[in-house]
């Protein structure tokens, strides 16, 4: 089946840095990708759709220029979280759609999060 | 905006008993609805898929029930199992406006099986 992996698994840095995580399809192209945010014992919130080669759509209440989204390719997306501070300390995953649409019901494949620690 | 609530939070049951996990929304006005599984590494894994003009659908033993007007689902495991144990996503398909569709998701119940 479909596998999107991320990197890295969980990352700790220091508030005020960058930190850059990758969404990757393994065996299938994404035309799109998308980000939610998970805080603990809360719901996955979607942040961003990210389509290939365009700009990303954010959702109302995500700073685009705090959360860079770049789609270069078919098989990769990242998500810079830039000057990191504790707030922004949870876990990002990404999913793809196989079908390239964000259609209702179109699969999504989930990949397996990556946890930010900002101390 | 849409949300979603998921009850229980938590569920601690012996191995082999049936359960019903609840989810309720607040917009009726979805798509579709989907149910999730969330394994701690893994990420998630979709279970199973109710189109709004559907009323059930079954995969296993499992099955999920839709009643849109009342914006209510439930999911409903048969004879569990300890490999059942994970964290289980409601999730409705909705409309967000500008051409774009989004799920929105509960917080999820804790199932636990033991052995």
Redesign the interface.
């Known amino acids: 089946g479909a596998v999107v992996s991320q990197h890295p698994s969980w990352v700790i840095c220091k508030s005020g840095t960058s930190v850059k995580i990758e969404c990757r399809s393994l065996d299938f192209q994404a035309t799109t990708m998308f980000w939610y945010r998970q805080f603990p014992k809360q719901s996955l919130m979607l942040m961003a759709t990210s389509n290939e080669g365009s700009k990303a759509t954010y959702e109302q209440g995500v700073e685009k220029d705090k959360f860079l989204i770049n789609h270069a390719s078919l098989t990769l997306s990242t998500l810079t979280v830039t000057s990191a501070h504790p707030e922004d300390s949870s876990f990002y995953i990404c999913s793809a759609s196989i079908s390239g649409r964000a259609l209702p019901g179109d699969t999504q494949y989930f990949g397996p999060g990556t946890r930010l620690t900002v101390l | 905006k849409q949300e979603?609530t998921q009850i229980p939070a938590a569920l601690s049951v012996p191995e082999g008993e049936n359960l019903v996990l609840n989810c309720s929304f607040t917009d009726s006005a979805i798509?579709?609805l989907?149910w999730?599984r969330q394994d701690p590494?893994?990420?998630?894994?979709?279970l199973l898929?109710i189109?709004s003009s559907q009323r059930e659908q079954t995969s296993g033993r499992l099955n999920a029930s839709l009643d849109k007007s009342s914006g209510r689902s439930t999911l409903y495991i048969a004879a569990s199992q300890p490999g059942d144990s994970a964290t289980y996503?409601c999730a409705p398909?909705g409309y967000?406006g500008a051409g774009?569709?989004?799920?929105?998701?509960?917080?999820?119940t804790k199932l636990s099986v033991i052995p």
């Not at chain 2, 590494?41 to 979709?46: A, H, I, R």
């Open positions: 979603v798509y579709n989907q999730f590494g893994k990420g998630l894994t979709s898929l189109q996503l398909w967000s774009s569709y989004q799920l929105t998701f509960g917080k999820g």
